[in-house]
């Protein structure tokens, strides 16, 4: 018995020991005897608790997180007809580069577009024609072409050139008239050689509003149709037409986003939410779109219809949509794009409102993302010079553009680059 007495209590029999004092004389039992029975017990209960919440803390907030970040890419895939990929424009490598200037005769003005040797400039404040044109390489005037007016050969409006492709050796363009139904097919070459305006062709064509124009072979164009307001709060979304010359048969649409149409108190709003600027790759295969208020590019390829929008990270998405949208008070990103078969080039602001009025003065925009036509972010060019509206010449491989406040003409030699 004695050397039960003398057997070293367990942990448990302890604690139901001094409990069972505790019940008959409270006031008699020391409690600092207890300090090594219960205050690890203590310790060990408060880590546990803070382990737990620890836990549910983490796991509330990635549910958090998850529903956040699933429900954007729901609003992503109900308004949009494609997928979204993001890139990260911190991990690209940026290039420094400087511009050089083209000295020429006359004052080159508005929307250029530039094919070896020829700068071909649309702009309203030509008196008799739509394009003036001129020789870079000694920066003599060519000549004024496309002329204004009523007559057979003559148009109340055209757009600018959005693409160049050759026939039978000559550089060659659609033009389209939107206000009197005509398809001009332009031989640049031929009028600059001879010194007047020359169509190969000029056709009847629907009364549709098209905004953008690219030739792929000899009958058939890709037309962007852009949105159109349908009544006070509701307008469609703009989507691309393969159609044909000829017969003006719609072959195949390729729509841009699910809803044929969306509702808002400010349409208006939503319609420049649309806009982009676009660009065919010269073999024809896919459409490049660079969006405004979003920091997105698309692209389309032209063969099986799918599209895909690659996106800066951490930037808005297209629940925007569903917001009043005050474009005046939004920042706007992607401005104006061209490419060649290899790279994609859109000159981006991301900064703070511009109004877009010429009286407002344009921004200064050096920075130019390069992406090839897997949407893989490839560099970001720094410039020197303002590139607001941008032409790629694929002959020599130079990037141009025009001072859209001085009208000064200058370049970036892509072949330094190695691009």
């Known amino acids: 018995m004695k050397k039960e007495a003398n057997t070293p209590l367990t942990l448990a029999s302890r604690q139901t020991s001094i409990a069972s004092e505790i019940q008959k004389n409270p006031e008699a039992i020391d409690l600092s005897s207890c300090k090594s029975t219960f205050i690890p017990l203590s310790r060990f209960a408060v880590i546990a608790n803070r382990y737990i919440y620890s836990i549910i803390n983490l796991t509330l907030l990635t549910v958090i997180l998850c529903i956040i970040v699933c429900c954007k890419r729901d609003k992503d895939s109900y308004y949009f007809n494609g997928k979204i990929q993001y890139f990260n424009d911190s991990k690209t490598v940026k290039k420094t580069i400087n511009s050089k200037s083209v000295s020429l005769d006359g004052v080159p003005t508005g929307i250029i577009a530039v094919y070896d040797s020829l700068l071909l400039c649309c702009s309203p404040k030509y008196i008799d024609c739509y394009y003036g044109i001129n020789n870079l390489d000694t920066g003599e005037e060519i000549g004024f072409f496309c002329k204004k007016g009523q007559g057979p050969q003559d148009a109340n409006s055209v757009n600018p050139i959005y693409q160049f492709f050759k026939k039978e050796n000559d550089i060659c363009t659609y033009l389209r008239s939107n206000s009197d139904n005509k398809l001009f097919l332009w031989n640049i070459s031929k009028s600059v050689e001879r010194g007047i305006t020359v169509y190969d062709t000029i056709i009847s064509y629907k009364k549709n509003r098209y905004r953008f124009l690219f030739y792929q072979s000899d009958d058939i164009l890709y037309v962007n149709v852009p949105s159109d307001f349908l009544s006070r709060n509701e307008i469609s979304t703009p989507f691309y037409e ?167 003409v200058y370049y970036l030699d892509l072949n330094e680059l190695y691009l």
């Open 242 to 408: 393969k159609r044909t010359i000829s017969t003006q048969e719609i072959i195949r649409n390729f729509p841009i986003y699910k809803q044929k149409s969306m509702q808002s108190s400010d349409v208006t709003g939503l319609d420049l939410a649309f806009y982009t600027w676009d660009v065919i790759k010269p073999d024809g295969t896919k459409i490049a779109q660079a969006m405004r208020i979003f920091p997105q590019i698309n692209i389309i390829d032209t063969h099986t219809g799918d599209i895909i929008g690659y996106r800066l990270n951490k930037t808005p998405d297209f629940s925007l949509f569903e917001q009043e949208l005050d474009i005046k008070s939004m920042d706007q990103y992607f401005l104006n794009i061209h490419a060649d078969d290899n790279y994609i080039y859109a000159s981006y602001w991301g900064k703070e409102p511009w109004s877009g009025r010429v009286s407002s003065g344009f921004p200064f925009v050096n920075i130019i993302h390069v992406f090839d036509w897997s949407g893989n972010h490839i560099y970001e060019l720094i410039t020197d010079r303002s590139f607001f509206h941008i032409w790629l010449d694929h002959v020599r491989n130079r990037l141009y553009t025009i001072d859209m406040n001085t009208d000064e």
